[in-house]
């Protein structure tokens, strides 16, 4: 599928201010022009994709034209109190991302606890964007090891073509990976 783009997608992080800022990734990517930090909902654009765990929809490479016209919002906030901030995002079309392991050095190796950076990079390497999720991981002493742990599980999402074709192979990847457990 595409590897190489010419077009960057606006990436926003919106902050909750409930981490510690110097182990922030999403501040991170915000200091490095990787992305720009909005701390207020309602300046999420109407159009875009927020990544959102508790979504039914899962992101696919269908959501790239959305992303490259309106953005891509990851939520950043504490895990211990995500729950809340989750539930009260409603702008944009909300997307989980499919079954990861994290590779930040709070959750390493936990299914589904990313980091901000690894949301974001991860939900670029779905879309077809391998060398902005590469560009925005490098950023990262840890972060090419995240690519390298998921890549396998990463191509294979980004060669479905829908939300329904990402679970399913989800599923596989899930079930496989708790057989090997």
Known sequence: MKQKTNETPKL????????????????RLDRMGKAKIVKDMRRIPRGSIVLNPIS???????????????GLVALDCSWKQAEAVFNRARQ????????????NPINTY??????TAEAVAAAVYILG????????????????????????????YMNC???GEVVEVQKEI????????
């Open 92 to 103: 944009g079309g909300q997307r989980s991302l499919p079954y990861l392991l994290a590779a």
């Open 129 to 156: 964007m391998k060398d902005i999720a590469e560009d925005i991981m490098s950023i990262f002493k840890w972060g090419p090891s995240f690519l390298t742990l998921n890549r396998e599980w990463l191509d294979a």
């Open 56 to 70: 039914e929809i899962a992101l696919s490479p269908a959501d790239r034209i959305p992303v490259m016209k309106s």
């Open 12 to 27: 926003l992080v919106y902050h909750a201010n409930q981490c510690d800022p110097k182990k922030c990734t999403g501040i």
């Open 110 to 115: 936990k299914p589904i606890k990313l980091s």
């Open 161 to 163: 073509r829908t939300s």
């Open 174 to 181: 899930m079930e496989a990976h708790t057989r090997i457990k």
